[in-house]
């Protein structure tokens, strides 16, 4: 009888062995990728209304010079005009058309032909830019990269007259909450401007209300772009509270 037990017992033990190994993980759980933000305010539609423009403006630009060219010093002469001045135009286009940019944890990917990243927290330099093509004033950060990387431009909202395009909310958060620990280019003061600016779209304020449209407005005319010193953001900012 406790032969019996016995072997009993240890086919229990050897059962048990084995159920214990077969739920031991046999690989590593893959680590998560951070979310991809779209920092990108314009939908897929407007960007193809935009390329396709930008492309018969480039067909009629080049067969007006190559008309000319043509009139001139006859068909070869004409056609090669042409692609000289069709070529760039549209390279250029479609890089516009290619460009893509987004918010990976706090780095910031841009990609056209290629791709280039800039970290929000490591990077050197962080300035407020304003530009003004015919009446339309984009206000942007420009973050400069490690070294000789190319300077990223981020564009916060777009206003023309009364109205305009904004970021989003969660990009918005996400960019405030990616340059606070920026303590090298002030990120603290960019961050507060982009919680003000959130703020008031949670009050529902009206466009010329919000900070950004006030920051645009502010800014000289006749300038093409400009550039506003961590100095000049910082009142700005402090002045929100008066």
Do not use: C, H
């Amino acid at each position: 009888m406790s032969g019996k037990g016995g072997e009993g017992r240890e086919d229990s033990e050897r059962s048990e062995g084995t159920e214990l190994t077969e739920q031991e993980p046999t690989a590593g759980t893959p680590a998560r990728e951070p979310e991809r933000i779209p920092l990108s305010g314009d939908d897929p539609t407007a960007r193809r209304k935009r390329t396709v423009s930008g492309l018969i403006a480039v067909a009629l630009l080049a067969a007006a010079f190559g008309g000319v060219a043509g009139l001139v010093g006859g068909q070869v002469a004409g056609l090669v005009v042409a692609a000289v001045v069709a070529v760039p135009l549209v390279l250029l286009v479609t890089s516009g058309a290619r460009r893509r940019m987004w918010l990976e944890g706090t780095t910031v990917v841009v990609r056209t032909w290629g791709s280039r990243t800039v970290n929000l927290v490591t990077a050197p330099r962080i300035d407020l830019m304003i530009t003004d093509v015919r009446g339309t004033r984009t206000v942007s950060l420009l973050v400069s990269g490690q070294g000789r990387s190319a300077a990223v431009k981020i564009d916060l909202a777009v206003y023309a007259g009364t109205g305009g395009r904004e970021l989003g909310i969660l990009p918005l958060r996400r960019l405030a909450d990616a340059v606070v620990n920026n303590m090298d280019a002030g990120g603290v003061v960019f961050s507060q401007l982009l919680v003000a600016q959130l703020r008031a779209e949670a009050r529902g304020d009206a466009a010329a209300d919000r900070p950004l449209y006030r920051l645009a407005s502010a800014a000289p005319s006749g300038k093409l772009a400009q550039r506003f010193s961590i100095e000049a953001v910082s009142r700005f900012v402090a002045s929100l509270n008066d």
